[in-house]
């Protein structure tokens, strides 16, 4: 009897506790519901704000200046010392290739050049020295000259002079005046200063002629001047193959353009390459920006300079920012391989995309590799 009545006393207060655990768990459901619905509703809101507020672009990219370098030069590639992933600063050496053939033209162009060089010393010691030669003999020609002109005016004068004794002589003789040696001796002195001033004139007139002769001797220096320009320019020319070659021969060693890392080398080492070649690509990683393709319906709501809000996939918790610094001049659809002719005239109507280029505000010290994801806000 007294076990079956504690039976009925234990149902008795379980009867009225049931009840309301079922209203305290309904409560509870409730307020969960209620929180889930408030915070579904501020979500909500929140992604209509934002989707109103920005142009969203979940398809942008990491992108860089990525400079593919050629070869300027055939032949086989002698050393290779990058490899993909390697950081280069500004005129770092990347590879060579054998240069053994241009750089034995090379000294056959400067050789030439010291052979013309040679040439030209030599004949300005020769201009020099015919200079010098000439010079001399014809001021003493000229000086000769000068001598022969005075002798030929005494003698002409003494000739005169004699001449003049000799006719006034005759007629005196005649008369008896004077005796005939007396006449003899100025007949005697007129034929004489007649044969010097013949002299004198042979004198002038060979005089002359050396002075003639010494100045065509002078027009040698013509001709080397004339052969000293012709050997000017031959050696300018020369110097301009020279600095041709050496172009061509630092043209066999490939060097950084500016700082950077390789991103693929497409070649190894000991393989034969062709002038223009594509051998490697790099890129600047300090340089790198987002390139995003924005649909032409959304450029109205945003101009360059406007705010942007990115999200890197590779470092989601790591938001960065930016600016539009650029917008296309023209859709993407203009740049594409295969155009999208409309022979048969149907047409589809298709939302062109315009590339857009935003700028980081600071990368936050992460490395951001060309082609990433990246997701953009662009403030309206």
Known sequence: MSTAGASGRASAEAEPTAPKQAARSRRTTNLIAGLLAVATLIGLGWWVVYRI???????????????????????????????????????????????????????????????????????????????????????????????????????????ERAAADWERATPMLEREIISRQVWEQHRNDHLQALSRREQAAANLARARAEISEAEAERSELRLIDTELEALEHEIAEARAQRDRQAVIVADHEMRSPAAGVIDEIFVERGEHVSRGQRLLVMHDPEDVWISANVKETELRHFDTGAEVRIRVDAYPRRPLSGRVSRIGSAATSEFALLPAPN??????????????????????????????????????
């Not at 370098?69 to 280069?88: F, K, M, P, Y």
């Not at 010079?135 to 000739?159: I, K, M, N, V």
């Not at 315009?354 to 662009?378: C, S, Y």
């Open 343 to 380: 022979p048969s005239g149907n047409f589809t109507k298709i939302t062109q995309r315009v590339k857009v280029r935003i700028d980081l505000d600071d990368t936050d010290g992460l490395i951001l590799r060309p082609g990433m994801m990246v997701e953009v806000a662009i403030e309206k």
């Open 53 to 159: 507020a920005y142009v969203h672009v979940v398809d942008a990219r990491v992108a860089a200046t990525m400079v593919t370098l050629s070869s300027r030069a055939s032949g086989w590639i002698d050393a290779l010392v990058v490899e993909e992933g390697d950081r280069v600063e500004a005129d770092t050496l990347l590879l060579s290739v054998d240069d053994r053939e241009a750089r034995l033209l090379l000294i056959e162009r400067e050789a030439q050049i010291d052979r013309l060089v040679a040439h030209r010393a030599s004949l300005r010691e020769r201009r020099a020295m015919v200079d010098a030669r000439s010079g001399s003999r014809l001021e003493t020609r000229r000086s000769e000259l000068t001598a022969a002109q005075a002798a030929l005016r005494a003698s002409e004068s003494e000739y």
